[in-house]
């Protein structure tokens, strides 16, 4: 596995728009800057960032500004700048073998699943998945109360450094997404409730997921190679993680049902899957989600509600990496090492 550099003090961030743009919310993009910026990073846009609209600029144009910041020697770390529905536009025009030539993080969250998931898979190189560049516009009130920035995101910037970070699972979370809470900072009021069926687990094994609404259309295109990743790193073993957006029940277990009929997990190299909080909940054909998730993974050991996704908080987590699990009075924790 290929770790690129972490961020250091006068690290350069490049930033692009793979999905959609941030023209509907530049205040808010400005005030994560902001934060970037305070870490001593210097950041750098390209020209579509700050396009409104759902795809930031034509898919070659996309894909042609993403490579552009892996190719310049200046920029240290790549971020998506949102999420959004037409990333996998861009696939057919990435020069794969290029990337792995010039190894640079890149993070992002929701839909850059689709150029995370394959960077990982397909070049071996290390992606950060949970925020993207306008992510860290997000406030808590402290106990003064004075707006912060929130345990979790400072846990994705020591992240970005390489710090060794022990992320915990949420006594208390956002009911729904934070893009829909009202502005002003976040309070956290819905009681977390991890589910497992196994009182207590202890495990380490390679990291790899991301938000399963994105996935599923990878499954069986040129940009699907995780069999072959699988063999490689089988020897590690394997903790999946699952960002549920809206996918409903029923939608859901059929996708992780065919997640293992294409060969993505099994019992033999799976140590855990995590599956988050699903954002937008539908119910159907009479399947709870967690029925959904036990009826998909009856022989391998699941943590369900876990802080992974679109609700507030969520873990960062590192594709790629390895990943070391501690479950246990239904809490989780949950830190990587690079080896």
Request: charged share 25%; aromatic share 10%.
């Amino acid at each position: 596995m290929i770790y690129p550099r972490f961020l250091t003090d006068h690290s350069t961030i490049g930033i692009s728009a793979p999905s959609a743009g941030v023209g509907h919310k530049i205040d808010s993009f400005d005030q994560s800057l902001k934060v970037l910026k305070q870490q001593g990073w210097k950041t750098w846009e390209t020209e579509h960032v700050r396009v409104n609209d759902l795809r930031g600029g034509t898919a070659l144009e996309r894909a042609q500004e993403l490579t552009a910041l892996f190719l310049h020697p200046a920029v240290d770390a790549v971020f998506a700048a949102a999420g959004g529905d037409f990333l996998s536009e861009i696939l057919p025009h990435l020069d794969w073998e290029m990337l792995r030539e010039h190894p640079k993080f890149l993070c992002g969250a929701s839909d850059p699943t689709g150029i995370l998931y394959p960077l990982t898979t397909i070049c071996d190189i290390a992606t950060v998945y949970g925020v993207n560049a306008g992510s860290f516009d997000t406030t808590v009130p402290s106990a003064s109360g004075e707006a912060v920035l929130p345990d979790y995101l400072e846990n994705a910037l020591r992240i970005l450094k390489g710090e060794d970070v022990l992320q915990e699972s949420s006594d208390l979370h956002l009911g729904t997404a934070s893009f829909l809470a009202p502005d002003g900072p976040l309070v956290f009021d819905e009681p977390t409730v991890c589910e497992s069926d196994t009182d207590e687990l202890h495990v380490t094994g390679r990291c790899i997921g991301g938000c399963i609404d994105v996935l599923k259309d990878l499954i069986g295109t040129p940009y699907d190679q995780t069999k072959e990743f699988i063999r490689r790193y089988e020897s590690d073993g394997f903790i999946w993680y699952f960002d549920n957006f809206a996918l409903s029940s029923a939608v859901l277990y059929r996708t992780l049902l065919q997640l293992r009929y294409a060969g993505w997990l099994s019992p033999e190299n799976t140590r855990a899957v995590l599956v988050g909080r699903t954002c937008f909940e539908t119910v159907d054909a009479e399947m709870s989600y967690d029925d959904a998730v036990r009826m998909a993974f009856p022989d391998i050991p699941v943590i369900r509600n876990l802080d992974i996704g679109h609700t507030d908080p969520h873990f960062t987590m590192v594709n790629g990496a390895m990943a070391h699990l501690d479950w246990k009075d239904r809490k989780a924790a949950i830190r990587f090492s690079y080896e």
